[in-house]
C-alpha cells in the first residue's frame, strides 16, 4: 500500500494569483495522477504526472493553465496558475502501479475569490 | 468510446442489502475498481475485478461480467455510516482510471 499526503490541505487564493499543491508518496509508485472534483461530483482527470518528463494532459486542460512537474517516483506538484473563481475546487493527487489500486491523497480545497 | 454509467442516487433501509450497478465501455479494459467516498474526503478503495465472478469481502462484494460490460456492488447488512458517494472506475489499456459520476446511498434508519 502508499499513503499519500498533500499540502496545502486548503486556501483561499485571489483571483490572478497561482497556487502550486505538492503531492509526497511515502513509497515509489509507477503512476501520478492529478484529478479536479466539484462537490458532488465525480472525479476529473486533469494529467497524468510522468516522471522527469512532460505530464500527458487530458482534453480541456492545458500545461500553460496546470504545470505539473514530477523529479522523481515519489513527489509531484500541480500549479494552478492565473486563477479566477472557476477554479475553485478540491484537487485530489493519487499514486498506483499498472494493474493495482490507485491511493488518493486527502485533498487541497481551493476556494478562489 | 469510453463511457461508464451507475445510478445517480439510490435510498436503502439500515440492516438491509443494496445493490449498486456499474455498466461500462472501455476499450482494452484492464479491470474495474469500486470506491466509497464520504462527504469531504478522499475516495477509499473497496475492490477490484479483472475476472469474471464474484468476490466477497466482508459485507461488500463485488461482481463483474466483461462480456457484458457490467458490475455491481453488493452491500449487505446496512449500517449507517455507509452512507456516501460509490464510484466506479474502469481501467482502460493504459492503466488510466475512467470515472463514473457516483452514486450517492443514503440509508435510513
Known amino acids: 500500500s502508499a499513503v499519500i499526503s498533500q499540502k496545502p490541505s486548503r486556501d483561499i487564493c485571489q483571483r490572478g494569483t497561482s497556487l502550486t499543491i505538492q503531492c509526497q508518496v511515502d513509497s515509489q509508485v509507477t503512476m501520478m495522477f492529478w484529478y479536479r472534483q466539484q462537490p458532488g461530483q465525480s472525479l476529473t482527470l486533469i494529467a497524468t504526472a510522468n516522471q522527469g518528463s512532460e505530464a500527458t494532459y487530458e482534453s480541456g486542460f492545458v500545461i500553460d493553465k496546470f504545470p505539473i512537474s514530477r523529479p522523481n517516483l515519489t513527489f509531484s506538484t500541480l500549479t494552478v496558475s492565473n486563477m479566477s473563481p472557476e477554479d475553485s475546487s478540491i484537487y485530489l493527487c493519487?499514486?498506483?502501479?499498472?494493474?493495482?489500486?490507485?491511493?488518493f491523497g486527502p485533498g487541497t480545497r481551493l476556494t478562489v475569490t | 468510446g469510453q463511457n461508464i454509467d451507475q445510478p445517480t442516487e439510490m435510498t436503502a433501509t439500515e440492516g438491509a442489502i443494496v445493490q449498486i450497478n456499474c455498466t461500462y465501455q472501455?476499450?482494452?479494459?484492464?479491470?474495474l475498481f469500486w470506491y466509497q467516498q464520504h462527504a469531504g474526503e478522499a475516495p477509499t478503495f473497496l475492490s477490484y475485478?479483472?475476472l469474471d465472478g464474484l468476490e466477497e469481502k466482508g459485507r461488500f462484494s463485488s461482481f463483474l461480467s466483461r462480456s457484458k460490460g457490467y458490475s455491481y456492488l453488493l452491500l449487505k447488512e446496512l449500517q449507517m455510516k455507509d452512507s456516501a458517494s460509490y464510484l466506479c472506475a474502469s481501467v482502460d489499456s493504459n492503466y488510466q482510471l475512467i470515472w463514473g459520476a457516483g452514486t450517492k446511498l443514503i440509508i435510513k434508519p
Open positions: 493519487s499514486g498506483g502501479t499498472e494493474g493495482d489500486e490507485q491511493y
Open positions: 472501455t476499450s482494452g479494459f484492464n479491470g
Open positions: 475485478n479483472v
